[in-house]
């Protein structure tokens, strides 16, 4: 990231009274489950990133819930909850860094978030439990292989027992031809820091 990004990001902090600028190296966290050998160093996906790719789901927001697969300090949760999500959930398997999310979401100050229903949750995301509602899900390239292609057939698996709409944001999507190999997701947008997948039930 330039110095410009790296100010907005600090800019951002500052604005909201959180703490979320920083790489973390995992060997320096404790992780909880036994998939410390898969994650990828916490790097936070910058502010202006997110709220446009977010501001341009054209989805009804209020049916939807947001999830994070490797919320990290929780930013993208943050920025998140700018927007009318019935939940939101972050998902990291790093304590020290769920730690930090869970203050971040309690000392979050904006005049304009829409949803105040934000969880951070220490787990590893085989762990977890996939809401039965429409889903967004944000991956920012937190896990490889060996523990994407399991959460993709569990997300699989949860659309063949409950379908329902789901779009899935990959930044920085390294493996994002597993998605489509392992899911019924496809592709429909790519551009330079992420790829954008969807699956539309048909009622």
């Known amino acids: 990231m330039n110095a410009i990004g790296e100010a907005r990001c600090r800019i951002f902090d500052w604005q909201h009274g959180v703490r979320t600028c920083g790489n973390a190296n995992l060997a320096d966290l404790t992780i909880v489950g036994d998939n410390a050998s898969h994650g990828v160093f916490y790097h936070p996906s ?36 700018e927007f009318p999500f019935s939940e939101i959930l972050g998902v990291e398997f ?45 991956l920012c390239n937190p896990f490889r292989p060996d523990v994407l292609v399991p959460v993709l057939q569990r997300l699989q698996s949860s659309l063949d027992s409950h379908p329902r709409d789901v779009t899935l944001i990959y930044g920085a999507p390294f493996h994002g031809g597993l998605i489509e190999q ?22």
């Open 46 to 81: 910058h502010p202006k990133f997110l709220f446009e790719v977010f501001s341009s789901l054209k989805i009804d927001y209020p049916s939807y819930s947001f999830v994070d697969l490797g919320s990290g300090k929780g930013r993208a949760l943050l920025v998140a909850s």
């Open 94 to 138: 790093a304590v020290e860094l769920h730690d930090i999310a869970a203050r971040n979401i309690q000392r979050y100050r904006s005049k304009t978030q829409k949803c105040k229903n934000v969880k951070s949750l220490n787990l590893d995301a085989l762990k977890f439990e996939i809401p039965l509602t429409p889903l967004v899900l944000f």
């Open 182 to 203: 392992h899911t019924a997701l496809r592709c429909v947008e790519q551009s330079t820091y992420h790829n954008t997948y969807r699956f539309e039930h048909q009622s």
